[in-house]
């Protein structure tokens, strides 16, 4: 079984929006197709957005990478919730962090 450590994630509306897991527990080979999923509920009944994820397979690595157009669809002021989940060649699927929140903060700068 593969584990990540999720926790709640707090971002500027409108940025950019980088982060990166590390897998333990498995070796990622790089065949799996990884997301990172953003839902309006817990219970993932209402999905906002899907961004397809990057791995590392030196540092068994999940890197996600949004633009900040991508990620406009969220609302400043919102808690949302977010989760991975895996698909394998194979036709494994597996959720690798299960919901945790996603918090979008009003951007205090003008740019």
């Not at 309006?40 to 157009?69: F, H, M, Q, V, W």
């Not at 945790?100 to 009003?106: D, F, G, T, W």
Request: aromatic share 10%; with cysteine; hydrophobic share 40%.
């Amino acid at each position: 079984m593969i584990t990540v450590k999720g926790k709640t994630l707090m971002l500027s509306a409108n940025d950019t929006f980088m982060t990166l897991f590390q897998a333990y527990g498995a070796l990622l080979d790089g065949t799996e197709t990884i997301y990172f999923n953003i839902n309006a509920e817990p219970d993932g009944s209402a999905p906002i957005k899907r961004i397809p994820c990057g791995i590392d397979r030196l540092n068994n690595i999940i890197s996600i990478y949004a633009t900040k157009s991508e990620m406009s669809v969220l609302e400043a002021g919102k808690t949302y919730w977010y989760d991975l989940t895996m698909d394998t060649p194979t036709g494994l699927h597996m959720t690798l962090i299960y919901p945790s929140k996603l918090i979008v903060r009003e951007v205090m700068h003008s740019d």
